[in-house]
């Protein structure tokens, strides 16, 4: 996986679900930001502080539980709530996220920090760009740093992410997937699940392979997706 020099980026495959964590900062200051903690929020703590890093933030690609803690089926997952419990950063979700994040985690409106599309976060001298993808969830966010995107459930190496669950939105990730299309060639993508038979690809690998980002018509899309 190539990096900027002086651009932190790791990415690290946790819990049974097949789940990427991501480390993302600047190697000179050692200040860094994770990227949807959940499963081992210990473990991920451990590696933060073996690596001599800085932890000033969580980024959230979304509300599902598998990304940010919380309980599903009979299953409950540790997250956010368990890492503030040993550092108290602020969580940042999008806009339209903030209240599922709140109700899925259990965390407070304190905790959690409220981005819109466009706006972006600096650690150290590394910028994060947010990018408000809606589809999966109305409040799904993907994070461009440099020439880095991390697209957690939006978008897949071969595939996106399901529009069949309760808030998510066939339109809208037709809309996302488009302006992901557009992204440069060279742009490193990064997944929020390990699905595919590498762990990361170009954007444009991605065009190539991926099904979903060939279909350029609304109607189509609608026929495949069932919309």
């Known amino acids: 996986m190539q990096v900027a020099e002086q651009l932190i980026v790791e990415q690290i495959q946790i819990g049974p679900m097949q789940n990427f964590a991501y480390l993302v900062g600047d190697r000179t200051t ?5 990227v949807d903690p959940a499963w081992d929020i210990p473990g991920l703590l451990g590696m933060i502080e073996e690596r001599d890093y800085i932890l000033t933030g969580a980024l959230l690609t979304h509300y599902h539980p ?19 419990e040993h550092h108290s950063v602020p969580i940042y979700a999008n806009e339209h996220e903030a209240a599922g994040v709140k109700k899925v985690t259990g965390i407070s409106d304190t905790d959690i920090k409220k981005v819109t599309s466009g706006q972006k976060l600096k650690i150290g001298d590394i910028e994060i760009e947010f990018l408000h993808t809606p589809g999966h969830t109305p409040g799904s966010q993907c994070f461009r740093v440099k020439n880095t995107l991390i697209s957690g459930d939006t978008l897949f190496i071969d595939g996106c992410g399901r529009v069949d669950l309760p808030g998510s939105n066939t339109e809208d990730m037709f809309r996302s997937l488009q302006q992901l299309a557009s992204l440069p060639d060279d742009t490193l993508l990064l997944p929020g699940h390990n699905y595919s038979a590498v762990p990361h690809a170009t954007m444009g690998e991605t065009k190539r392979s991926n099904t979903y980002l060939k279909i350029k018509d609304p109607e189509t899309w609608k026929m495949m997706m069932g919309g």
């Open 30 to 34: 050692r200040e860094v930001v994770v």
């Open 66 to 84: 598998d990304h940010c803690g919380g309980s599903f089926g009979h299953n409950t997952v540790e997250g956010v709530s368990r890492l503030l």
